[in-house]
């Protein structure tokens, strides 16, 4: 598929705005050229993989719960996943040709830097996002990335949101949950939430391995996979952050979580109800209802949820604007994403906005 992007832009935004004047058409089929920019799409580089290839294989108590997993991703770099990680060129553009994927906004597959030796970890970040960078600039429109940063470090890591917003353009920072079992809403990670707020750089928390402390019920059938325990502590690690009161000190702070929302928002109803004033919010320094929060500070994705009910829940309760497509690329299939979002029983308007103006506006990216 060749894009002549100004006539896509403006086909897409002329049919967006036809289907607003008939007073919204439910069910619409999308247009031909449909803009389309999945927004958690995973590479790697052969630096990072090996990294975490020797953390395997010599340190295979840090890496633990994942131990599985980390393995087959690093033992042979020819093998289908990491291949996908590693190619940004030649077969993922091929196939968001195929299915007619403007852009892939990518990050560092999970678990990033963060299972590697801090002063390690800060130069693999860096030089991932230098890389990354390059691979955007060498194809304008089809690539946006999200900055690893390594949380193990907060000052270094609030310094490169600094130099990739400021210096490399890249739209917002991946991180993949608890870092060493701790998590963000201890105030020494806040200088990172500072960095965020202040360069407009949503950050978007990833799934991995529940922390040490959650992991005894997952470890059985296994529970501690993307099957259920990655989900659990994803959103456990929102709820901390946002019953922290952090939303309070940088309400300008955008936290981007997929896998539709983790399902944090189908507690909306009871988190508020729980929470309101004499209740456990006593207990908490937030100075609003989670409900505020959900609708001010969080935006979801629909990455590995191909699920129209959720999808229409999402829309209702978050609002249109928070909520963005992603295939979660390369360990979701791209024809799946595509099709559940094409055949969803939603208007073209919706569609739109959910295909790719959120993700624009969200991650300022220039089509
Ligand atoms: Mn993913």
Redesign the pocket.
Known sequence: MTLDRRTVLTGATSAAAAAGLAGGVAHAAPPKGQIRIAT?E?FSTTEHLRAMKKLVDSQPQVVRHDYRLYRMMTADLNADTPKRLLDLEKIRLAEMDEYGVTMHLL?L??PGVQLLPADIAVGVAASTNDEMAEVIKRHPGRFAGLATVAPQDPAAAAKEIERAKTKLKLNGVMINSQTNNEYLDDKKYWPIFEAAEAHGMPIYI??RSPSDQMIAPFQDYNMGSAFWGYGMETSTHFVRIMASGAFDRFPDLSIVL??MGEAVHFWIWRLDYMARPGMSRGDTPMKRLPSEYLRRNLKITT??QENPDALRYSIDTLGLWNVMW?I?YP?QETAGAVGFLDKAPITQPERDAIYWQNAARIFNIKL
């Open positions: 958690e995973a990050s597959t999970s990833h799934p997929g896998h990455s590995g992603a979660d360990y």
